[in-house]
């Protein structure tokens, strides 16, 4: 079924090889310009709406919201490797790359910072990696200790974000009595 699909969307020439990786790196450098500029292009249009009333004086607050401004606090938090480290992920490629485009964040700089990303994603994709990861997953989801280790697994990371964030509100505590 994977090989029918790839077949009627890949160009026979690049079906392999070299221009397999050429071809999915040259998908993912557009897609993911393409998610930046359209980002970008409706963040600028919020900011020439602002003071405006009906839907695009809504929009215009809604880009000047608590939504972008997480997006780019994020962004100040993990820097520029989000950008590349993106591309290892499903569901979360797409909202790096918008949020990008969503704070403006100057072009080269994120282009720069999203070629290796493609690269990565082009190697993964065309190196049929993501198959044999699905496959890895579907086999031990199949095992009882399949389960018992994606269950501990889960646990770990729940702990690890539920300990990070008592950190981060015994610290923000005593900032508050310090600054009180």
């Not at 050429?22 to 003071?51: D, H, K, N, P």
């Amino acid at each position: 079924m994977f090989a029918a699909g790839i077949d009627s969307m890949v160009p026979a020439f690049a079906r392999e090889g070299i221009w397999l990786f050429v071809f999915l790196f040259v998908v993912v450098f557009f897609r993911a310009q393409a998610t930046y500029w359209l980002a970008r292009g409706a963040a600028s249009g919020a900011v020439l709406a602002t003071g405006r009333q009906g839907f695009l004086g809504a929009m215009a607050r809604w880009f000047d919201g608590p939504v972008p401004r997480k997006g780019a606090a994020m962004l100040d938090k993990w820097g520029i490797i989000a950008i590349p480290l993106c591309f290892l992920t499903v569901g979360i490629q797409t909202a790096i790359n918008a949020g990008a485009g969503l704070v403006r964040m100057r072009w080269s700089t994120y282009t720069i910072a999203m070629i290796p990303g493609c690269v990565l994603w082009a190697l993964l994709y065309g190196l049929g990696t993501l198959a044999v990861f699905a496959a890895a997953i579907r086999a031990v989801a199949g095992s009882p200790w399949g389960w018992a280790g994606l269950a501990l697994i889960i646990a770990l990371i729940a702990a690890k974000i539920a300990w990070g964030r008592r950190k981060r509100r015994a610290v923000d505590a005593a900032l508050a009595t310090d600054n009180a």
